[in-house]
């Protein structure tokens, strides 16, 4: 079956070929641009993938058009600097397909260590911690490589445009029922220069925006949080 493939875009032409030509046979690309000054978009078209521009910037923004902007029934994401291989996508992809799971996360395991910088390492073990504290689900990782079904994504109905929107995506996911799995891939060193998590600066504004959509979570009624019962 064909798979939708969501790569946020944001200054990644020289990672683009490498990670377009590792995607495998029915999984279809969908670049988004989020404001590249470097060609971006024309090497993707180069590439064969379809190009979707979303001009507000933010990573939520740019994966979020990327969903709207998809129509297989079963959609992934990751991010398109290389640092994750498009090859471990159809292991995910399977737990949803064979009725396992409803989301399904790659928990990053770097290759060297060095190819995840110690600053983000620490920000996202607390992160994880927090999760596991507000949803019960023992998630390690709050990865960028994931796949769902497309309309599962859409009801959650996500608002977040920034860094937030992967948790915020988790915890809908969680109090709508759905069955949240992940999976070890590995995480190496991304190609160029990062420009969110990989930079203090960049972890710092994830932080934030994490803590903020947390807090919004704790904030609803208790009966808004926890949905329905996972599905069987």
């Not at 290389?82 to 409803?102: H, I, T």
């Not at 504290?133 to 796949?147: E, K, N, Q, S």
């Not at 599962?152 to 109090?175: C, H």
Request: hydrophobic share 45%.
């Amino acid at each position: 079956m064909t798979v939708d493939v969501v790569l946020p875009c944001l200054d990644e032409a020289a990672a683009l070929p490498g990670v377009l030509a590792a995607l495998p046979e029915g999984y279809r690309a969908i670049v988004v641009d989020n404001g590249s000054t470097d060609g971006s978009a024309e090497v993707a078209r180069a590439h064969g993938a379809r190009v979707v521009t979303e001009p507000r910037r933010g990573f939520g923004a740019a994966v979020h058009a990327g969903l709207l902007a998809a129509e297989a029934d079963l959609v992934a994401s990751l991010d398109a600097d290389g640092s994750l291989d498009p090859g471990d996508l159809p292991r995910l992809a399977a737990l949803v397909l064979a009725g396992d799971a409803d989301l399904v996360l790659g928990r990053r395991r770097p290759t060297p260590r060095s190819a995840w910088p110690f600053h983000a390492r620490v920000a996202n073990r607390a992160l994880a911690r927090a999760i596991r504290r507000a949803t019960g689900v023992a998630l390690h990782d709050l990865g960028p490589m994931r796949v769902a079904r497309r309309g599962d994504l859409l009801a959650l109905d996500l608002q977040d445009r920034r860094s937030g929107y992967p948790l915020e995506m988790l915890l809908l996911a969680v109090a709508a029922g759905l069955r949240v799995r992940e999976l070890d891939v590995p995480y190496r060193p991304r190609t160029g220069r990062s420009k969110v998590t990989g930079t203090l600066r960049g972890t710092v504004v994830a932080i934030a925006d994490m803590r903020r959509i947390l807090s919004a979570h704790r904030e609803r009624p208790a009966h808004g949080r926890q949905g329905s019962e996972p599905r069987s």
